[in-house]
């Protein structure tokens, strides 16, 4: 069965740095976009960052110069380095992918299950 799976969520302080990845199983024929959503409580979901399979990049414009994503196309996974992180930036962060898995298959919006950012002092 096809998931994706978030790694490298936690606690950190403003100033500070994480990185998270975002890794999918099973059976993968191709993956189009890939990219990073965020939810903080009482708000809808928005986009972080996002990553086409030719390697171009799309940033909210409250993380460019902070954030930086990066796929790993042998391996099927996307990063997301995040660099001086702000309290504003607490949030479960959620991957999405575009997957075919066939060359016959329709592509599907695969969504990780989460994980947790904190930033605080």
């Known amino acids: 069965q096809m998931q994706l799976a978030e790694s490298g969520g936690g606690l950190v302080q403003p100033g500070g740095s994480l990185r998270l990845s975002c890794a999918a199983s099973g059976i993968v024929f191709r993956i189009n976009d890939m990219g990073w959503y965020r939810q903080a409580p009482g708000k809808q979901r928005e986009l972080v960052a996002i990553?086409?399979?030719?390697?171009?990049?799309n940033y909210a414009d409250s993380v460019k110069g902070r954030f930086t994503i990066s796929r790993d196309y042998v391996k099927n996974t996307v990063y997301l380095q995040m660099n001086n992180l702000r309290p504003e930036d607490t949030a479960v962060y959620y991957c999405?992918?575009?997957?075919?898995?066939?060359?016959?298959?329709?592509?599907?919006?695969?969504w990780g299950q989460g994980t947790q950012v904190t930033v605080s002092s």
């Open positions: 990553m086409t399979s030719t390697g171009s990049t």
């Open positions: 999405n992918g575009d997957i075919r898995r066939s060359y016959y298959s329709d592509t599907i919006s695969q």
